[in-house]
């Protein structure tokens, strides 16, 4: 499955963390959105705190309230996935 960042706020350090974690899990989870968000969240949780959110899906618009620095938005295949921190 081909990922690309597409939007948002955070570095380029952080970007390359989340698609590394978003690509492993995505190798493991092709067809599952639901395993593939839940563990995306578990995995982000578990690295960099608690607080991650993630929605997938094939066509979908949010708004959210997050950290600076922490909303992101990929394109994995045929889905789009954001990824923030709401940690408060």
């Known amino acids: 499955m081909s990922l690309t960042f597409v939007k948002g706020d955070i570095s380029d350090e952080l970007r390359r963390n989340l698609q590394g974690v978003i690509g492993t899990v995505a190798a493991e989870n092709q067809d599952n959105q639901e395993a ?49 921190r709401a940690g408060f």
């Open 36 to 84: 593939m968000a839940r563990a995306v969240k578990q995995r982000l949780d578990s690295s960099l705190g608690s607080g991650w959110q993630v929605v997938i899906g094939r066509s979908y618009s949010c708004q959210v309230i997050h950290e600076k620095g922490s909303f992101a938005n990929f394109s994995i295949g045929p889905y789009v996935m954001a990824v923030w």
